[in-house]
């Protein structure tokens, strides 16, 4: 279990914010996200540990709404164990663990009584390498999330947030005629894409992005882009 230095902090339950708010929130339509006031998310004194060993020291930083915010550095820096702390995706490393606070407009998101999937609805993430899941089909990639966490939902909505999606995504008029084939059978570039669209089903407040066209074209890496 991820910890912080506040450990009173962490015992108790964090006031109402975002994020429980979140939790029990079915996805809305296509002016769901507009609806919503953008959030700020700020790391205060955030340190990560794998074990004993010390990857991240001390970050202090603010993610300012509507913004694009890049993390740059060298190579194992621990540009992407940040990244993973921000939606509570560290703490899945076995011997992973969290000292610091993470707020998302002022709740605490490591806090008592917060949901990790509530977390990770409103900070979502897309990672170096496409990883579409790989007996889905294209249409069941974009709608995993919908299936799992979203209770009851009519099969016309869900057609709309996936249309949504894949629009979003820059992928729709490439596989709109396909949606039943399986997603890995897409190109490099489409199954980033895909993955994206998977993302952002429930209009997160924050995508995180791993380097998502590292190991892509260019034509690709602007569709992405765009």
């Known amino acids: 279990q991820a910890k912080s230095s506040n450990e009173v902090g962490r015992n108790t339950v964090s006031p109402a914010g975002p994020v429980t708010a979140t939790?029990?929130?079915?996805?809305?339509?296509a002016g769901a996200a507009s609806r919503r006031q953008a959030k700020t998310l700020v790391a205060k004194?955030?340190?990560?540990?794998?074990?004993?060993?010390?990857?991240?020291?001390?970050?202090?930083?603010?993610?300012?709404?509507?913004?694009?915010?890049?993390?740059?550095?060298?190579?194992?820096c621990g540009k992407t164990t940040f990244?993973?702390?921000?939606?509570?995706?560290?703490e899945l490393t076995p011997g992973a663990s969290v000292k610091g606070e993470i707020t998302l407009d002022g709740e605490d998101i490591y806090a008592s009584g917060v949901?990790?999937?509530?977390?990770?609805?409103?900070?979502?993430?897309v990672f170096q390498q496409p990883n579409p899941f790989p007996t889905m089909s294209i249409y069941d990639n974009?709608?995993?999330g919908l299936n799992f966490n979203a209770g009851k939902i009519s099969k016309s909505e869900k057609d709309e947030v996936v249309e949504r999606?894949?629009?979003?995504?820059?992928?729709w008029d490439e596989v709109k005629d396909r949606l039943d084939r399986p997603g890995s059978g897409l190109s490099g570039g489409q199954q980033q894409r895909?993955?994206?669209a998977r993302a952002t089903v429930f209009s997160p407040e924050v995508l995180l992005m791993d380097v998502p066209c590292?190991?892509?074209?260019?034509?690709?890496?602007?569709?992405?882009?765009?």
């Open 115 to 125: 949901d990790p999937v509530a977390v990770r609805r409103l900070i979502g993430m």
């Open 83 to 90: 990244l993973r702390s921000l939606n509570r995706m560290h």
């Open 194 to 196: 895909l993955c994206i």
């Open 142 to 144: 974009v709608a995993a």
């Open 23 to 29: 939790s029990s929130r079915a996805p809305g339509g």
């Open 45 to 76: 004194e955030v340190n990560l540990y794998y074990g004993d060993f010390h990857a991240v020291e001390n970050v202090n930083m603010t993610i300012e709404p509507n913004k694009v915010t890049a993390l740059i550095g060298s190579s194992g």
């Open 214 to 226: 590292s190991a892509l074209d260019p034509v690709a890496t602007l569709a992405i882009e765009d």
């Open 165 to 171: 999606s894949l629009r979003g995504a820059h992928l």
